[in-house]
Structure formats: C-alpha cells, structure tokens
C-alpha cells in the first residue's frame, strides 16, 4: 500500500520552531522526489520544498528560504521539514507528495507533477 504520513504539526508561537515528518510506506523515499506544500484556508495551494533523489538537491519557496530545511533518513524511510523562525504567515495545513522527476534551483516545484499526497498536518504560527 502506497501512502504518506505527515505528522508534527502544532501551535507555535512567531519565533518558534517546529519540525513535520512524512513517513512513506510502500516505496522508499530516496527513490522518488518528495516535495512540501501548504495551504491556508481560502488561499491556493502553495509550493514549500522539495528534496531530490540520488543527487539530494533541493528547493524552497522564496517566502521560505534561509528558515526552513528538509531533510530525508532512509533508514526511517522519512522526509523531514524543519521550519525556524516561523511567522504567523507560515500557518497552514502541511502535506508531503511524491513525483519522480527533478528537484533543484533550476526547475519550479509544480503541484501537477506529484500524484500521491498525504493527509496533512495542521500548523499554527500564533501569539
């Protein structure tokens, strides 16, 4: 059974850090590139991350960059997202998908291109 797992969601406080985790199941996360969105209500769904495959690159949203990290442990058969210095802006529900084309500066992470998601976590950046 193919399937994504988010989890680690939670309120925070603005400063604060939180670190979500997608567990995979039915395939190996170091196989396929795994990317990160969001979605607030009433806004449309955003592009977060990505993480790649053998070569290990990866890629951020702008509003994202120099506060959030991903990270994958194969041995978990997990991806990780670390998220510092998150802002009220950073609340969301937080889903990892799979692909398994390309991940890095280079190219956009495009939703289309990912065709098995998780359930999301809810995140909650809040005073």
């Known amino acids: 059974q193919l399937q994504l797992a988010e989890s680690g969601g939670g309120l925070v406080q603005p400063g604060g850090s939180l670190r979500l985790s997608c567990a995979a199941s039915?395939?190996?996360?170091?196989?396929?590139?795994i990317g990160w969105f969001r979605q607030a209500p009433g806004k449309e769904r955003e592009a977060v991350s990505c993480?790649?495959?053998?070569?290990?690159?990866?890629n951020f949203a702008d509003s994202v960059k120099g506060r959030f990290s991903v990270s994958r442990d194969d041995t978990e058969n997990t991806v990780y997202l670390k998220m510092n210095m998150l802002m009220p802006g950073d609340t969301a529900v937080y889903y990892c998908?799979?692909?398994?084309?390309?991940?890095?500066?280079?190219?956009?992470?495009?939703?289309?291109?990912?065709?098995?998601w998780g359930q999301g976590t809810q995140v909650t950046v809040s005073s």
């Open positions: 998908a799979r692909e398994s084309t390309f991940c890095g500066t280079t190219v956009p992470i495009r939703a289309n291109r990912y065709h098995y």
């Open positions: 039915g395939f190996k996360v170091g196989n396929y590139v």
């Open positions: 993480i790649g495959t053998t070569d290990g690159r990866t």
